[in-house]
């Protein structure tokens, strides 16, 4: 096990009912900026439960946060923040509202010119204003740690950043406010949860036993209740699990003390900000051919993946590796998401834009060995045609 | 999965080498007091360490903390503190020092008799002292949660409380500093933790998959790792593995969401606090009776357990049940703990007095369905004799 820190100070507040908690965990004279995305709170009854929650408390309204918040967008709310003097911000959405809730919190007092937040990847964050989530939608874990990603469409550049200064104060998980939600939306937030877990466990073996078995138990709840959240969607166990496991898939946790990769994710993010590909459809894409590409670094952990998640555990150690990837991609197409550039409309003519991207955001040595250079993400991006 | 909150903000720093970090996460300004046990923080050179990590700094010490912390000794650190002003604590050695200081910290600003703070189990406490830990003994997982057990000699009480006040701020986990201790603290530790899981796993099944995979990773890993300990004691990986799931085995993840039994810890503690056995001791005389005895309730979850912890899968449920919990009391015996009350001279004669004990706490609806009456307990102690 390498060295590590770990602290990850946000409060969950989980199940039936917890948005009527919401005045218990907002400071009473706080001026809070409810921040939204496209406007499904307001016919599900949540933006009504959160209005009913903070009865006689001050706050105004941002919507139309965008599925891959941009930094366009996003410096309206830090403009209106500072205009009006608020000091609390409370995201009611899914990661992307809370991703954005982290920049506007770390933009509005920032010296200079926020762009700076993302060139340097959050580095130069001194304090954040505070904020809580009301989470809507399971998938990206940014309910319950200090990451965030933000695009600059004029630049169609998908930057990712962190601080210790933007974890969520609180973290509100209903799961009821799921069973509403597009099938889309479900099978991407499935897959999303399940490519954080790969990234942090699918790399080389690292004496941490329990870091592995955290992983593959929340690979195995995905397999097993993912399909059950597509065929019944107001089954409250169901959506419970998948709701707590993509929390789980990227609190720091199963990340902590080993290698990990991240490789899928930046190649990922410049497939949606050129093409505006859904942030999980680009994760069925690339990590099928990612760990197909890279099999003989991965070897020791896709033959434990093989065995411990998919029960493969005889026969040729090729053979099951294979399968295991297999299986993957198949469970992928299963939850709704098209695991194939072609699919998406993207062909090989694309792949050299695809690769000049990654060469201009320094995306030329990625993965657990660095070793995934602009070469490797061509086999990977011509094998995922 | 029930409702529930989890809220854990201590940071932990993990790994070789990390009290040197010390001066980064004790405020410059503190008026520290260190915290320790019987003196073998002064041998194997972690007292030196955190004397060079704090050096310039103002610190006082106060040794000699009980394996079973008393309210008696502990008062006389609340005096100490006082008298010299001094507002923060760093608790160096294992949970009985890290609990302790959890006490001294809500007793220090406590109005009123401290004693009320055990008498109502912590949810009087309003305040306390800041504190951070070093942990030289993987067990309790005290470094990482909110709990404090305090025994008041006079009165052979073992009285738990908690509080939200009472998170260390940090604590640091450096595995090296475990390869000196003895053979017995090791086999204790582990037992320790695996009863923790144990009570937080082994009740009635509630669409809890994840809690229940993290659950039976903590269990898998300390029955791989455990003997390896014993027999080599300077295998880094290895105490390190014991440790951080020693912590995680107690820092409410797994049982967030999910029922919890401790009826064994509460008939254990009125052991320790009437004979003075060792607290993983009581652990492993009491859990295998009190599966046993209460085998019909866990039914659905010891058959669980059986198969993915102990890999039975086939025959007669209860012939798979009995080998499960045979199995189990074989790997306390393996870590060296014995399991039977009469290993320690408690006899037939003393379970009147242990009942008697769980009486005047009472202790008399324990368990996740507050089924185990005293007939029970008295039936689970009978069976252990």
Same mark, same amino acid.
């Given at each position: 096990?390498?060295?590590?820190?770990?602290?990850?100070?946000?409060?969950?507040?989980?199940?039936?009912?917890?948005?009527?908690?919401?005045?218990?965990?907002?400071?009473?004279?706080?001026?809070?900026?409810?921040?939204?995305?496209?406007?499904?709170?307001?016919?599900?009854?949540?933006?009504?439960?959160?209005?009913?929650?903070?009865?006689?408390?001050?706050?105004?309204?941002?919507?139309?946060?965008?599925?891959?918040?941009?930094?366009?967008?996003?410096?309206?709310?830090?403009?209106?923040?500072?205009?009006?003097?608020?000091?609390?911000?409370?995201?009611?959405?899914?990661?992307?509202?809370?991703?954005?809730?982290?920049?506007?919190?770390?933009?509005?007092?920032?010296?200079?010119?926020?762009?700076?937040?993302?060139?340097?990847?959050?580095?130069?964050?001194?304090?954040?204003?505070?904020?809580?989530?009301?989470?809507?939608?399971?998938?990206?874990?940014?309910?319950?740690?200090?990451?965030?990603?933000? $695009?600059?469409?004029?630049?169609?550049?998908?930057?990712?950043?962190?601080?210790?200064?933007?974890?969520?104060?609180?973290?509100?998980?209903?799961?009821?406010?799921?069973?509403?939600?597009?099938?889309?939306?479900?099978?991407?937030?499935?897959?999303?949860?399940?490519?954080?877990v790969m990234e942090q466990y699918m790399t080389?073996?690292?004496?941490?036993?329990?870091q592995d078995?955290?992983a593959e138990?929340?690979?195995?709840?995905?397999?097993?209740?993912?399909?059950?959240?597509?065929?019944?969607?107001?089954?409250?166990?169901?959506?419970?699990?998948?709701?707590?496991?993509?929390?789980?898939?990227?609190?720091?946790?199963i990340?902590?003390?080993v290698?990990?990769?991240?490789?899928?994710?930046?190649?990922?993010?410049?497939?949606?900000?050129?093409?505006?590909?859904?942030?999980?459809?680009?994760?069925?894409?690339?990590?099928?051919?990612?760990?197909?590409?890279?099999?003989?670094?991965?070897?020791?952990k896709?033959?434990?993946y093989?065995?411990?998640?998919?029960?493969?555990?005889?026969?040729?150690?090729?053979?099951?590796?294979?399968?295991?990837?297999?299986?993957?991609?198949?469970?992928?197409?299963?939850?709704?998401?098209?695991?194939?550039?072609?699919?998406?409309?993207?062909?090989?003519?694309?792949?050299?834009?695809?690769?000049?991207?990654?060469?201009?955001?320094?995306?030329?040595?990625?993965?657990?060995?660095?070793?995934? $250079?602009?070469?490797?993400?061509?086999?990977?991006?011509?094998?995922?045609?």
């Amino acid at each position: 096990m390498f060295n590590f820190d770990f602290h990850n100070p946000t409060q969950i507040l989980f199940g039936k009912g917890r948005i009527a908690d919401l005045a218990k965990v907002v400071p009473a004279n706080a001026r809070v900026l409810i921040l939204s995305g496209g406007g499904s709170i307001k016919h599900n009854g949540v933006l009504d439960e959160v209005h009913a929650a903070l009865a006689g408390r001050s706050f105004q309204e941002f919507s139309g946060i965008e599925p891959n918040p941009s930094y366009e967008n996003l410096m309206q709310a830090v403009e209106l923040v500072r205009r009006e003097k608020l000091d609390f911000l409370l995201a009611v959405g899914g990661g992307s509202v809370i991703d954005g809730a982290k920049f506007i919190a770390a933009a509005v007092n920032f010296e200079g010119d926020p762009w700076a937040i993302l060139e340097k990847r959050g580095a130069n964050i001194t304090s954040a204003l505070p904020f809580g989530a009301i989470l809507t939608l399971p998938a990206t874990g940014s309910e319950m740690n200090n990451g965030s990603v933000v $695009t600059r469409k004029s630049l169609k550049a998908k930057m990712a950043f962190s601080s210790r200064h933007c974890f969520p104060q609180f973290s509100i998980l209903d799961p009821t406010k799921t069973f509403t939600l597009p099938t889309r939306q479900i099978g991407n937030g499935v897959v999303d949860a399940y490519a954080h877990v790969m990234e942090q466990y699918m790399t080389y073996p690292a004496d941490a036993p329990i870091q592995d078995r955290f992983a593959e138990g929340i690979l195995l709840t995905l397999i097993e209740e993912g399909p059950k959240a597509l065929a019944t969607p107001d089954d409250y166990a169901v959506r419970a699990n998948i709701m707590w496991c993509a929390t789980l898939a990227l609190n720091g946790l199963i990340g902590a003390g080993v290698p990990q990769d991240w490789a899928t994710h930046m190649v990922g993010h410049e497939l949606t900000a050129l093409y505006n590909l859904d942030h999980a459809q680009t994760l069925a894409i690339v990590l099928p051919s990612m760990l197909r590409i890279r099999k003989e670094g991965k070897r020791a952990k896709l033959l434990q993946y093989a065995a411990r998640v998919w029960n493969l555990t005889t026969g040729d150690e090729d053979a099951r590796i294979d399968a295991a990837i297999e299986k993957t991609q198949a469970f992928f197409e299963q939850m709704g998401v098209k695991t194939r550039l072609g699919d998406y409309g993207v062909t090989a003519d694309n792949i050299e834009t695809v690769l000049g991207q990654l060469e201009s955001h320094k995306m030329t040595m990625l993965g657990e060995r660095r070793d995934v $250079t602009l070469a490797v993400s061509r086999q990977v991006l011509e094998l995922s045609l």
